[in-house]
């Protein structure tokens, strides 16, 4: 057994899990997984730059994981950053501010690496399931871009492409500042274009449609798992493995693209970071979903974070 830490910063949220990993069962039991919205990617899309606010924000978060890496002795420790600080000029000052405080350099991993991660934390634990046919499409929904990940029990085909729900939300939704409330339906076929010509670019070196089961990460996807089981609260012992329909991801987009903020905010399993965010998020699994013909999506809370770990391990 080693123990690790994994760390995954994204454009909207960075996470942390603290695991115990037998490399020789194939088995990660996680001692503590939690996650901080810090919206790194505010602003990256227009600016080009990691906004002040942002990354106090994120160092924030970096403090309160190391004390909790230190209270469980974890050997070793892997932070892996994703869309936002691959975009941003002044991505060095993010990395010094992470060094100061967790004492490792933030590795800021392409999206081909990013695809690896997520396919290997999703699918590890499917080996053996004969309900499920492979190959797999893994596609993982983050806030700056979406990886599309296509394998059996090692990666075919990956991609990764710029549309994901925070930078579809400020590229299309934000107006003076505000996010509308609700969007147009010319806001919403502009989010729809750019989904579609994102799924055009990742046909080119992904084979989408040969794939039998589609299975999504991330909070978009957890999220309108949630909503479909109508959870009193988030529970992610009933949103992994649950699997989830194109008609009812097809109904709650719907729903969230014509709902108010207050609307999306009484949702009892909706974390308050994501309110604004869900109805870009779902429209880019329904599009997904439409484009290779998936009648489910088999959502999973073990993503590129259970894959960094295993890297460590």
């Excluded at 899990?17 to 997984?33: C, H, S, Y």
């Excluded at 606010?53 to 209270?71: D, N, S």
């Excluded at 579809?168 to 729809?192: C, F, K, N, Y």
């Excluded at 609260?233 to 992994?240: F, K, P, Q, V």
């Amino acid at each position: 057994m080693t123990r690790v830490a994994a760390v995954d910063c994204g454009t909207n949220s960075i996470r942390l899990l603290v695991a115990d990993a037998d490399p020789e069962t194939g088995e990660l039991t996680e001692l503590d997984r939690r996650m901080t919205i810090v919206r790194l990617g505010q602003g990256v899309d227009r600016t080009g730059r990691l906004a002040p606010e942002a990354l106090e924000r994120t160092f924030a978060a970096c403090r309160e994981y190391a004390a909790v890496i230190k209270q469980y002795g974890a050997e070793r420790l892997r932070f892996v950053a994703t869309s936002a600080s691959r975009d941003a000029e002044n991505r060095d000052d993010f990395v010094r501010g992470v060094l100061d405080i967790l004492g490792v350099e933030p590795e800021v991993i392409t999206g081909d690496q990013e695809a690896e991660f997520s396919f290997t934390g999703a699918t590890k634990e499917l080996t053996g399931r004969t309900d499920l046919t492979r190959p797999y499409l893994v596609v993982d929904i983050g806030g700056g871009s979406t990886e599309f990940v296509v394998g059996d029990d090692h990666v075919r085909a990956a991609r990764s492409v710029d549309v994901g729900c925070v930078r579809m939300t400020e590229r299309h939704l934000v107006h003076e500042g505000r996010v509308s409330d609700p969007p147009t339906e010319e806001q919403i076929a502009a989010i729809r274009a750019d989904i579609e010509a994102a799924l055009d670019l990742a046909e080119q070196t992904v084979p989408l449609r040969e794939a039998h089961t589609l299975v999504g990460l991330a909070g978009s996807v957890t999220t309108v798992s949630a909503i479909a089981q109508e959870l009193p609260e988030y529970d992610s012992t009933r949103i992994h493995h649950s699997r989830i329909s194109q008609d009812r991801v097809r109904e709650i987009t719907e729903w969230l693209l014509r709902s108010t903020h207050a609307e999306r905010a009484a949702v009892p399993s909706m974390h308050p970071g994501r309110v604004d965010v869900i109805g870009a998020g779902a429209l880019v699994l329904l599009a997904i979903m439409e484009r290779i013909g998936a009648e489910e999506v088999v959502v999973s809370e073990h993503d590129i974070l259970d894959g960094i770990a295993w890297s460590v391990a």
